[in-house]
């Protein structure tokens, strides 16, 4: 069993709507949890980062965890043809310099 | 612009030749790191070097050989590589205090022929 599940998508939506991702872990350990936002032949771009269990909303984007289920979501509203990229989620322990990611999901927005 | 530069962007080369890719961060950071990103596989962690001592390698096989000078710099020097080492390789780098986020630059997309 993997770390960190995500499903590949493709997620395709049309312009306007809300998207929602989502990632399952196995480790409790995990304490940080963030997503980053990938286009395509670029490098990972950090869009959210919470702490432990809770919501966090920054503009068109919040990002729920729930660490008694090991689940976490990104939510986009009012989704943009520009919002199409990969979205991988990622997570840390409380120590150590290493982040685990999951394979990334393919979202597609058409106008 | 995240403050990570890796260069080159691109690099092609036959299984026989000897590359190095080279990371850059210019945030001050403390750690760097080497992923490998093939299609359709998670990010795949290579190398952790923290103060510029490695600390973790992710059993990556020998022709892969990473080099950290100083605390802004990072290498990947390869040899003999397969076809299937054709991946996109990111270099990442953090401040290295507890609960900081990692920051990325572009990537060296590696082609082996």
């Known amino acids: 069993q993997k770390e960190v599940e995500q499903d590949p998508g493709p997620l395709s939506v049309p312009e306007g709507a809300i998207v929602s991702l989502n990632c399952t872990y196995s480790?409790?350990?995990?304490?940080?949890f963030m997503w980053y936002r990938q286009y395509s032949r670029k490098g990972p771009e950090l869009l959210m980062y919470?702490?432990?269990?809770g919501n966090k909303e920054d503009g068109r984007f919040k990002a729920q965890v729930d660490k008694s289920s090991k689940y976490i979501s990104l939510f986009i509203r009012d989704s943009q043809p520009s919002d199409s990229a990969t979205y991988l989620c990622?997570?840390?322990?409380?120590?150590?310099?290493?982040?685990?990611f999951g394979g990334g999901t393919r979202v597609l927005v058409k106008p | 612009e995240t403050g990570v530069t890796q260069t080159p962007r691109h690099l092609v080369m036959g299984m026989t030749n000897k590359k190095s890719l080279k990371c850059e961060q210019h945030?001050?950071?403390?750690?760097m790191y080497w992923y490998k990103q093939s299609a359709k596989k998670p990010l795949e962690l290579m190398f952790v070097?923290?103060?510029?001592?490695?600390?973790e390698n992710n059993s990556v096989p020998s022709r892969f050989s990473p080099e950290c000078p100083n605390s802004s710099h990072l290498f990947l020097h390869l040899h003999t590589l397969q076809p299937e080492d054709s991946a996109l390789y990111l270099c990442?780098?953090?401040?290295?205090?507890?609960?900081?986020?990692?920051?990325f630059g572009e990537g060296s997309w590696l082609t082996v022929v």
């Open positions: 945030l001050g950071h403390n750690a």
């Open positions: 990442a780098s953090t401040a290295g205090r507890v609960g900081d986020t990692i920051y």
């Open positions: 070097y923290s103060l510029e001592e490695r600390v």
């Open positions: 990622a997570m840390r322990r409380a120590a150590g310099n290493k982040l685990t």
């Open positions: 480790n409790s350990a995990f304490q940080y």
């Open positions: 919470t702490y432990s269990s």
